[in-house]
């Protein structure tokens, strides 16, 4: 018995050391958002100026936990985002392509100026049922999951970044496992709440050859400096497409849209 009470004693203090390091659902990340990615995990709508395509994305990344100990702090998140191709037609919507993102962050403070990300993800790409029966597309196997590690520096109204993706399993080019990913943003500070900004993405996947995909993306920002503000932005985006029913299509498409980051 006398045992059985240590060891409960022990596990105890070591449950109340341990929780004093541990903040469940943090209000601050400390790994900022890529903002002309197009796969950056958001919730947003936008409009295609060269189509009848919209584009509606439903996703968000929630921080599950942080732990900080002697200055170091490790924060865990969760993201996901379906997003959405939609055509709009006189009296009618149809839904193109659906694309699933899983995403699971691991964040590491090296410095306040210099975190790094972990990532372990999937991502599977569809054609929607209106794609298959009203528009006869075809669909093919598409689907990645990834390892990734990726750095960020920023500066005081900016950041630069730079990332690897490592595709332990992808279809169709299942020997084409590589993608690296560079970028960065400025912004503009108008007032407190109001900043307007600028961000460019570049990304060279093997799946196409390390054929550059770059975005561009301008816009104004409210709530700046918060997690969550309100976005309005044009992109533009050049190169071999995104989303995975379409990876081996080469488009060029200006769009506007509103992101409501979270």
Not at 57 to 69: C, D, W
Request: aromatic share 18%; glycine share 6%.
């Amino acid at each position: 018995m006398k045992i059985y009470l240590i060891c409960c004693i022990i596990i105890f203090d070591a449950v109340i050391a341990f929780s004093q390091h541990l903040e469940i659902l943090p209000d601050t990340i400390i790994y900022d958002r890529y903002y002309a990615d197009q796969q950056s995990h958001q919730f947003s709508l936008s409009k295609d100026f060269g189509s009848r395509q919209w584009y509606g994305n439903i996703g968000a990344v929630i921080p599950l936990f942080n732990f900080e100990y002697e200055n170091h702090l490790l924060q865990v998140s969760a993201a996901s985002t379906v997003f959405n191709t939609i055509i709009k037609t006189p009296g009618h919507i149809q839904v193109f392509t659906v694309d699933y993102i899983v995403d699971f962050f691991f964040d590491y403070n090296i410095s306040p100026q210099l975190p790094v990300r972990f990532v372990f993800g999937h991502h599977s790409a569809h054609y929607s049922d209106d794609g298959i029966t009203e528009l006869f597309q075809y669909p093919i196997s598409y689907v990645r999951d990834y390892t990734g590690l990726h750095l960020q520096y920023k500066f005081s109204s900016a950041k630069i970044y730079a990332g690897y993706y490592f595709n332990f399993h992808i279809e169709p080019e299942a020997d084409k496992k590589n993608t690296f990913q560079f970028g960065a943003d400025k912004g503009f500070q108008i007032n407190p709440l109001i900043e307007l900004y600028a961000a460019v993405d570049f990304k060279f996947k093997q799946e196409v050859k390390f054929t550059p995909t770059q975005s561009l993306q301008a816009g104004i920002k409210i709530f700046s400096g918060k997690r969550r503000a309100l976005r309005a932005a044009y992109t533009l985006r050049n190169g071999y497409d995104e989303r995975g029913q379409l990876y081996n299509k080469k488009d060029c498409r200006h769009s506007a849209g509103i992101y409501l980051d979270f």
